[in-house]
């Protein structure tokens, strides 16, 4: 019995101190960089008894000694901790994977993913954008989200990518989508003040990548109708950093890398070779010609020495113009913290990145500033941004002073760069071309950008859900322009020195009002309302002024010039006037149906259809709050969703509705003016319809889909439509045409591995479009360019005689010749011909890639990330219109491509290029010939970082340390080789600089 009573008492004590309440407390931190997490919400399991982390990331709580800690964090995986008596339990939450919970941004605010019913991609891994050596962010949505296509249209740094979003959807048009920074529509686009030299700008060099917090594009009608009448090309929502709250924290960031050529563009002849096919080709010419074999072999050593002589040494044009490597480095620094009033973000950028081309380099200078306040029932935020930006750039196109072009058609292994005495060479090999080796460096090429955006907004709660929002932004950007051809380069000897600059403004004036209310009625009803009123008023200035003339090479401003050639200026206006609404509800979070519409006024368009409606209906089905799947445990989320809407496009031009006069100087010696353009009164909008399904869903809690299948109906597209030529003009602007894009999308991410120690997630990306023009004028088919466009066909459909191949006997060149019945119909019949000029032109590929995508693998092991994406296309076709180095000797003194060692040389030969001969052939007709497989796979970009251990990094007063190394365009596997397979999304390649293979080492440290 005394026995029992001992046993009892013990167990009586243990007991008490089991449930007896202790004080628990610790600190809760990331466990990506150790940084302290305020506002986790510490919870003892069972109960209502909680508590909150504060600035520092401490929290005290008391709870009985058996108790369970649920620590949790918005972003951050869920963590249980037994007290077992503790005083002190710290942790580290770990980010969570990506699901229907989180928030993404949207269209005038945010939504959860789970109950938003329109089709949004939010691009995985912002926070590795930071490290990828790239200027503008454009460059690093290859791959990275599903439908999302993107063109490189030159590798000079800081120049535009073209963004295709679902397809191409019109022919005058704009085709690239509204971009959306914080807010507020942003101005977009190639800001070159000298296209028609190949030139390139990129606006959105302008935004630091490292002050990026989110990128979300929207693809349907229910997530793009809000933006009515811009939204048709889809929308990118790019959300810069805010201050969070808590302790100060500063951030620096430093990188320096090495840039190269993505690939080994267009390989040309060594000296030797170039001067044995140089001989061949002029035997082959004088035995076609008659002569003897004597005379023949005679004939072709003097065509050698005048286009291709022997020398003991061959000239490295390609060395001479071009770095061996160009170099990437930037530096950046922010600050942010705050308290539970007031918030603050601010950043200083650098970056210095020298191309490839010695005249060729970029500098770009960023500010930023965020700062909000928040009272009881309001909240002001201001957000202002500066960058400067100086690009010298190298000329594009057939340019004399484009360097890649010319070592690729003109400079000749066999062509000196310096005469014996060390001069340079200016003789007759130059065929009247420049020296660049010398004029490369004497002329300026030079845009200097500088922007300024300032967003300004205010919100009041009026009553619990009902939030007024004003917001007030100013954008100005002011581009400067300037061409130098001093008195002693070839360009400018004729006119003793000739300078042009030219100077854009554009400036962007935008008000937006958002009344907002959410209310949840009787528990299972949620309303949430939106209504909106926005102001667009976007003028822009333009000045344009050329001198010549100049006493000294050295002084190049017009002040200095003895003879002004051209002053021009420009005004332009474009306003924009919209109201637009929203309704959202939903019932016990399981069923959700959505409205939007908005109204557009724009100044652009006719006065008998100024305004535009646009509109979108859309649903979802949160399957998974169903009874029937609710306790199915493999299946975390299933949600179905449908849309269908009308988003619009707006014509490029300001006036193409009004009848306008061209005015000149130049009228029998007087000004006058002319009619430049017929009236339109009603010329409105291109009309986008898109129906889009959608499924998304999760299991065994490691597995995401999401698959989509849309059709997007362009109507009233807008045509060059012939008319009547006693109107004076052969052609007007009118709705007329339409076009189709039908596609698939499949974002498949699954976490493989996901423990204390070890988190990869490997992510997949699919895309199929499909694009079809539906209605031209008359159903007439006609030729633009190497393109033809007819109905039922891409409109990037190439135009041109199917490529036979070479005769093994005599080395000619053959193509097809279709037979048609009666009606003009293909038989299937094809018979080859030696003469191009009866080969049948016809549609042989079109630039549109069948599937596009991504493969995304993300992990990280006690300190070490690791983000490697493959981008890849396959399908599309590109048009070579390089291919002036591979006519097959039609122009002896061109530089011989590579690919002709492959040549037809004997009765017998299997070759892929016909016989070489000068001044014959067929080397330079249109044909299939030229055009190539885009098909390739590439690791686009690649980071791998290794972050300190804590209590090394502590001893020198560091929060955390970070080194790491990343890549860009690292590898490439391409069915053609010869030029890189990114090309334009019109599938035409041009003399543009290819793209560049670039690598950085940095290192990130937290204070």
Do not use: C
């Amino acid at each position: 019995m005394k026995k029992i009573t001992l046993i009892l008492i013990g167990m009586m004590l243990a007991a008490s101190a089991l449930f007896a309440q202790v004080q628990v407390s610790g600190v809760v931190t990331d466990a990506a960089d150790g940084q302290p997490l305020p506002g986790v919400s510490v919870v003892v399991k069972g109960t209502n008894v909680s508590s909150a982390t504060d600035a520092n990331g401490r929290y005290t709580i008391n709870v009985a000694g058996d108790a369970t800690l649920v620590f949790s964090f918005i972003g951050m995986k869920t963590q249980e901790e037994a007290v077992d008596g503790r005083s002190t339990i710290n942790v580290a939450l770990e980010v969570e994977a990506k699901r229907l919970e989180d928030v993404v941004v949207v269209a005038y605010g945010t939504a959860k993913k789970g109950t938003y019913t329109g089709a949004v991609a939010v691009v995985g891994s912002t926070e590795k954008l930071k490290d990828i050596p790239v200027i503008s962010f454009e460059n690093a949505l290859q791959g990275a989200a599903a439908g999302v296509q993107v063109g490189t249209t030159s590798g000079q740094p800081g120049a535009q990518a073209e963004i295709r979003i679902r397809g191409t959807g019109s022919f005058n048009a704009s085709n690239s989508p509204l971009y959306v920074i914080d807010g507020v529509p942003a101005n977009s686009g190639d800001y070159t003040m000298f296209s028609s030299y190949g030139g390139s700008l990129s606006i959105m060099s302008t935004i630091n990548p490292s002050d990026i917090e989110s990128i979300t594009i929207l693809k349907d009608a229910a997530a793009t109708a809000l933006y009515g009448s811009r939204g048709a090309n889809g929308v990118i929502l790019v959300t810069t950093k805010k201050g969070q709250q808590g302790a100060l924290k500063i951030n620096f960031k430093g990188s320096w890398g090495i840039n190269n050529w993505a690939i080994n563009n267009r390989p040309y002849l060594g000296g030797n070779q170039t001067r044995m096919l140089t001989l061949e080709g002029a035997y082959n010419q004088a035995i076609y010609n008659g002569l003897s074999e004597a005379d023949a072999r005679a004939y072709s050593i003097v065509e050698a020495d005048k286009y291709a002589p022997a020398r003991t040494e061959y000239s490295d044009w390609e060395g001479a113009l071009f770095r061996n490597n160009g170099t990437n480095n930037s530096y950046e620094v922010s600050a942010n913290g705050g308290n539970d009033k007031l918030t603050f973000y601010v950043s200083l950028g650098a970056r210095d990145e020298l191309g490839m081309a010695n005249n060729s380099d970029f500098k770009s200078y960023t500010g930023k500033a965020n700062v909000a306040y928040k009272g009881d029932k309001w909240q002001v935020e201001a957000n202002i941004s500066l960058a400067k930006a100086e690009q010298n750039y190298m000329f594009g196109g057939l340019s004399y002073n484009n360097y890649y072009a010319m070592t690729r058609l003109v400079y000749m292994p066999n062509i000196p760069i310096y005469n014996p005495d060390g001069s340079y060479y200016e003789g007759p090999l130059l065929q009247g071309q420049a020296n660049l080796v010398k004029d490369g460096f004497l002329d300026i090429s030079r845009h200097e950008l500088f922007k300024s955006t300032n967003n300004l907004s205010f919100a009041y709660e009026f009553i619990k859900g009902l939030t007024l929002k004003e917001t007030l932004s100013y954008d100005h950007s002011v581009v400067k322009g300037i061409a130098v051809w001093p008195s002693n380069s070839n360009n400018g000897k004729t006119h003793n020195g000739n300078t042009q600059i030219q100077e854009f403004t554009d400036v962007r004036f935008y008000s937006s009002m958002l009344l907002t209310y959410e209310k949840i009625i009787a528990a299972d009803h949620t309303v949430n309302v939106l209504l909106g009123w926005d102001v667009d008023d976007n003028p822009t200035n333009y000045i344009n002024a050329a001198a010549r003339n100049y006493a000294t090479p050295n002084l190049w401003e017009m002040v200095t010039a003895a003879e002004p050639t051209r002053a021009q200026s420009d005004h332009d206006s474009d306003r924009m006037t919209s109201y637009f609404s929203r309704l959202n509800y939903s019932y016990k979070d399981k069923y959700y149906v959505s409205g939007a519409f908005r109204r557009d006024g724009s100044s652009r368009l006719g006065t008998n259809t100024r305004w535009g409606d646009f509109w979108s209906v859309s649903a979802s089905w949160r399957a998974k709050e169903e009874s029937f799947l609710k306790y199915v445990d493999f299946i975390d989320d299933l949600k179905l969703r449908a849309s269908y809407g009308v988003s619009g496009t707006l014509p490029n031009s300001l006036y193409s509705s009004l009848a306008t006069y061209g005015y000149t100087l130049d009228y029998n010696g007087q000004s006058g003016s002319a009619p430049s353009r017929l009236a339109n009164p009603d010329l409105s909008w291109e009309r986008n319809f898109v129906f889009d399904i959608g499924l998304e869903a999760r299991f065994f809690d490691r597995v995401s889909l999401e698959f989509d299948f849309y059709n997007r109906q362009t109507e009233d597209m807008l045509l060059d439509v012939p008319v009547s030529r006693t109107t004076g003009f052969a052609t007007t602007l009118l709705n007329y045409g339409g076009m189709n894009n039908r596609g698939v999308e499949l974002t498949l991410a699954v976490d493989i591995l996901k423990n204390n120690d070890f988190f990869w997630t490997s992510t997949f990306i699919l895309a199929h479009n499909r694009n079809k023009v539906t209605k031209i004028y008359n159903g007439e088919e006609f030729v633009s360019g190497n393109f033809m466009i007819r109905e039922g066909e891409s409109v990037y459909s190439y135009r041109a005689r199917e490529w036979a191949g070479v005769d093994p006997g005599t080395g000619d060149s053959m193509w097809y010749i279709y037979e048609t019945d009666s009606d003009g119909n293909f038989t299937g019949v094809k018979n080859l011909t030696k003469d191009p000029d009866l080969a049948t032109r016809e549609i042989q590929a079109k630039a549109d890639p069948t599937l596009t995508g991504g493969w995304r693998n993300t992990f990280e092991w006690k300190g070490i990330d690791f983000d490697a994406l493959f981008s890849f296309s396959l399908g599309g076709h590109s048009w070579d219109n390089g291919w002036q180095m591979s006519t097959d000797g039609l122009y002896p003194d061109q530089v011989i491509s590579a690919m002709q060692l492959d040549r037809w040389q004997k009765p017998g030969d299997e070759a892929q290029f016909p016989r070489r001969m000068h001044g014959g052939g067929h080397g330079n007709y249109t044909s299939s010939r030229w055009i190539h497989s885009t098909d390739h796979l590439r690791l686009k970009t690649l980071t791998v970082g290794y972050r300190l251990p804590q209590n090394w990094v502590k001893k020198a007063s560091i929060q955390n340390a970070r080194v790491f190394v990343a890549g860009n365009n690292l590898l490439t596997w391409a069915a053609y080789k010869d030029y890189d397979p990114e090309v334009p999304i019109s599938g035409e390649t041009t003399w543009s600089l290819p793209a560049l293979r670039s690598v950085t080492f940095g290192v990130e440290l937290t204070f």
